[in-house]
């Protein structure tokens, strides 16, 4: 499965753990953001690597079957990849969000087409498990049970 992690970039080494346990199952991750940096940048440069990374963001999210959001109630970005994801009819899976921050969850948190885990880890198995599922449905979408 194609999945865009979308967190804000202090979580960097947190979503650098979720590609590797995505990768590892052999999942792709369209875009991995967490190596995208401005240090030094200034002026026009910084301008055209920050288009340059939303444009990347942005088919990132368009080219994922499913998108990971970790809640952070300051993530400013992360909300744009949600609604791109949600309109784009993606598999959302929130991590902490709803049950986290009941009280301070967006209101589209309480769309059915997010999918809430307490974990990351469980996330990711949910993912694999829908994956595997869907790989074993022939052209007709029925779930084919080898025996």
Not at 56 to 70: K, N, P, T
Not at 78 to 88: Q, R, V
């Amino acid at each position: 499965m194609r999945v865009y992690v979308a967190s804000k970039f202090s979580r960097v080494e947190e979503v650098k753990r979720i590609i590797r346990q995505l990768e590892d199952q052999g999942h792709k991750v369209t875009v991995d953001w967490t190596v995208h940096t401005c240090a030094g940048d200034y002026g026009p440069a910084l301008q055209e690597k920050l288009v340059t990374y939303a444009k990347l963001d942005f088919e990132g999210v368009r080219a994922a079957d499913a998108v990971i959001m970790l809640q952070d109630s300051a993530s400013r970005g992360g909300f744009c990849e949600l609604g791109m994801a949600l309109a784009w009819g993606k598999l959302v899976c929130v991590v902490g969000g709803r049950f986290a921050y009941p009280h301070q969850a967006p209101i589209f948190y309480a769309l059915p087409e997010a999918h809430h885990f307490e974990s990351y880890e469980d996330a990711v198995q949910w993912l694999t498990w829908l994956d595997t599922v869907f790989a074993n449905t022939n052209e007709a979408g029925v779930l084919e049970v080898s025996r």
